[in-house]
């Protein structure tokens, strides 16, 4: 049996349920591992769910968290136009251009 998908909706409704009940029980109910429904609470009591759609399946931005947006969109622009030049720009490069930058 292939692995179930879960939307951002369901996930929420899921978790709430788990608060009011145990993680054993909602986990034998839907077939769930009990992990996944723990993270789920965390993600719920965090206020994850709440910032994107409920028929969205994984949660948006993968946890990336810029650190400096003004470097960012610098270094987005740098590569922008080394790739319109036809070039490669490999993680070495970046690093490079952002030595460059700062």
Known sequence: MGRQRYTIG????????AK?????????????????IRDWVHQDNAGEFDEESPSRFLLGGGDHRVACEELDSLLI??????????????????????????
């Open 10 to 17: 369901e996930k929420k409704k899921i978790a709430r349920e």
């Open 20 to 36: 009011k009940a145990s993680l054993r029980s909602v986990a034998v109910k839907y077939n769930v591992d009990s992990r996944c």
């Open 77 to 102: 622009a740098e590569v922008h136009e080394v790739r319109s030049k036809h070039l490669r720009v490999t993680r070495r490069r970046i690093v490079e251009m952002a030595a460059k930058i700062l």
